[in-house]
């Protein structure tokens, strides 16, 4: 089941990438970034040079990419220099008019938001965008310092998140990252320092949900302080998948150090780390008795926990003092191993064995940085994550009903071959034979003349080979 969710989630964490459409550049076109989202079509990019703008967006219902420079080159640079200053009037980012995953903000700090009600960075409800590869840092509001969503599918990657604060009288809950009523995708960002601890309690440090359901994968959480639930909080009916992430240091003045389970809600929790966190019940974990959590080659620090798979042993990082929770390994650097190493499910793999990722051998790691189908990555030090093989992205729209982009990724230059096949496995049509630039590409598939029904689109680089479904319907 877990490599089931991550392949979809790698494959949907991409799909915000396009090629297509209106470049509009901020300020050579519009002095504003605003005024660049509201002269902004459907499929168009919106690339913002570096500077500080000091503006409240809001995407208005457009489905578009708005991206620093970071978008076009890779250089994580631009995080850092292309900064988006809510100055402490509402939320720096608003997604509130039925916005789809097409709709994605990519590569900015986003700063100084102060939501009056939720979200001090990021307001999204009823939408569902993709947030990439963005430092979110210095936002307040009452629930989701950092980012609110509420009824939102949002994809939420590769962000830094950071020193956010969810502050209210009463209430307070996630400090980097709040959710109710929302299916989330929550996969290798960096959740650290951020607090929600209000006069009557708060919920959640790092993350809080309250009736929903989210994929929580390859993250590193850490040093976040609330009332309940210092990592990650959870109540009513949510339902959780946490899949190889480290929960460290996270300070609950109640229970919880790591995470609180609340409320009839479910946790299934494997290859993740939960180390030295604390809280007033000495917990890492805390289950209400109307919960229910499983848990399999995990190291949870104050208990050996029932499942398979688990120990409880000093995890051996290598300088959580700095923020560095890489495993310790001889051939590293260092004089000892750590115990998470190939300790992971035998059934995953680490894509990469180096002293970056994956240790050992090819079995998983315990922890964010080593098995699976994604890689954590620290996005301010390090390059943008890719993938280790070919990637073929599921087309757009679809179902379509004339035509349709097909999406895929490359990470070496090699010959490609693209084409759609029918239900019997006749080719219709080739659209790519040549050799193709490592990167993303796009080609257009026209389905005119052909009957509604299913078709397959089969990817080839080198030795690689991707194949998948497409939906036309008339």
């Known amino acids: 089941m877990y490599r089931?969710?991550?392949?979809?989630?790698?494959?949907?964490?991409?799909?915000?990438?396009?090629?297509?459409?209106?470049?509009?550049?901020?300020?050579?076109?519009?002095?504003?970034?605003?005024?660049?989202?509201?002269?902004?079509?459907?499929?168009?990019?919106?690339?913002?040079?570096?500077?500080?703008?000091?503006?409240?967006?809001?995407?208005?219902?457009?489905?578009?990419?708005?991206?620093?420079?970071?978008?076009?080159t890779g250089d994580t640079s631009y995080i850092s220099q292309t900064v988006i200053d809510g100055s402490r009037s509402a939320a720096v980012v608003r997604f509130e008019n039925g916005e789809d995953s097409t709709a994605a903000i990519h590569g900015f700090t986003i700063q100084n938001g102060e939501?009056?009600?939720?979200?001090?960075?990021?307001?999204?409800?009823?939408?569902?965008?993709?947030?990439?590869?963005?430092?979110?840092?210095?936002?307040?509001?009452?629930?989701?310092?950092?980012?609110f969503c509420d009824s939102s599918n949002a994809i939420i990657s590769n962000n830094l998140i950071m020193e956010n604060i969810s502050d209210a009288y009463a209430g307070s809950a996630g400090g980097g990252i709040y959710c109710s009523s929302s299916n989330l995708?929550?996969?290798?960002?960096?959740?650290?320092?951020?607090?929600?601890?209000?006069?009557?309690?708060?919920?959640?440090?790092?993350?809080?949900?309250?009736?929903?359901?989210?994929?929580?994968?390859?993250?590193?959480?850490?040093?976040?302080?609330?009332?309940?639930?210092?990592g990650i909080g959870c109540s009513v009916l949510s339902n959780l998948i946490i899949c190889n992430n480290i929960i460290s240091k996270n300070l609950a003045l109640n229970r919880g150090g790591g995470i609180d389970c609340g409320a009839g809600s479910a946790l299934t929790i494997s290859n993740t780390i939960l180390w030295a966190d604390s809280s007033q019940d000495f917990n890492?974990?805390?289950?209400?008795?109307?919960?229910?959590?499983?848990?399999?080659?995990?190291?949870?620090?104050?208990?050996?926990?029932?499942?398979?798979?688990?120990?409880?042993?000093?995890?051996?990082?290598?300088?959580?003092?700095?923020?560095d929770f890489h495993l310790c390994e001889d051939s590293c650097g260092y004089l000892v191993d750590s115990p998470c190493i190939d300790t992971g499910d035998p059934d995953i793999l680490?894509?990469?064995?180096?002293?970056?990722?994956?240790?050992?051998?090819?079995?998983?790691?315990?922890?964010?940085?080593?098995?699976?189908?994604?890689?954590?990555?620290?996005?301010?030090?390090?390059?943008?994550?890719?993938?280790?093989?070919?990637?073929?992205?599921?087309n757009y729209p679809n179902p379509f009903n004339s035509g349709t982009a097909i999406r895929f990724i490359i990470v070496k230059s090699t010959e490609v071959r693209l084409a759609v096949y029918d239900m019997l496995g006749r080719k219709?049509?080739?659209?790519?034979?040549?050799?193709?630039?490592?990167?993303?590409?796009?080609?257009?598939?026209?389905?005119t003349g052909l009957s509604s029904g299913v078709y397959f689109?089969?990817?080839?680089?080198?030795?690689?080979?991707?194949?998948?479904?497409m939906v036309l319907l008339r």
Request: proline residues 3%.
């Open 4 to 72: 089931i969710i991550t392949i979809s989630i790698f494959f949907m964490f991409f799909a915000f990438v396009s090629s297509w459409g209106t470049i509009i550049n901020i300020p050579g076109d519009y002095p504003t970034i605003q005024q660049g989202i509201d002269a902004s079509v459907d499929g168009d990019t919106v690339l913002v040079q570096p500077g500080t703008y000091v503006e409240n967006i809001n995407f208005n219902g457009h489905n578009i990419v708005l991206g620093s420079l970071f978008l076009t």
């Open 185 to 230: 995708t929550i996969i290798n960002n960096v959740i650290r320092e951020n607090s929600a601890v209000g006069v009557f309690g708060g919920g959640g440090g790092g993350i809080d949900f309250f009736r929903s359901n989210a994929a929580i994968i390859n993250n590193v959480i850490s040093d976040n302080r609330s009332t309940v639930g210092g």
């Open 428 to 447: 219709v049509q080739t659209l790519i034979d040549e050799y193709k630039q490592a990167g993303f590409h796009t080609a257009n598939f026209d389905a």
């Open 115 to 147: 939501g009056t009600g939720s979200g001090g960075g990021i307001f999204c409800t009823g939408s569902h965008p993709t947030i990439y590869k963005n430092a979110i840092t210095g936002n307040i509001a009452p629930k989701g310092g950092g980012i």
């Open 284 to 323: 890492e974990i805390s289950v209400d008795t109307s919960s229910t959590i499983t848990i399999s080659y995990s190291n949870v620090q104050d208990t050996l926990w029932p499942g398979i798979g688990n120990i409880s042993v000093d995890p051996l990082f290598r300088d959580t003092a700095n923020g």
């Open 350 to 394: 680490d894509r990469l064995l180096d002293c970056a990722w994956g240790l050992g051998s090819a079995r998983s790691d315990m922890g964010a940085y080593g098995g699976g189908d994604s890689g954590m990555v620290n996005i301010i030090d390090n390059d943008c994550f890719l993938p280790k093989e070919i990637t073929l992205l599921q």
């Open 457 to 469: 689109c089969r990817l080839q680089a080198g030795e690689a080979v991707m194949t998948r479904p």
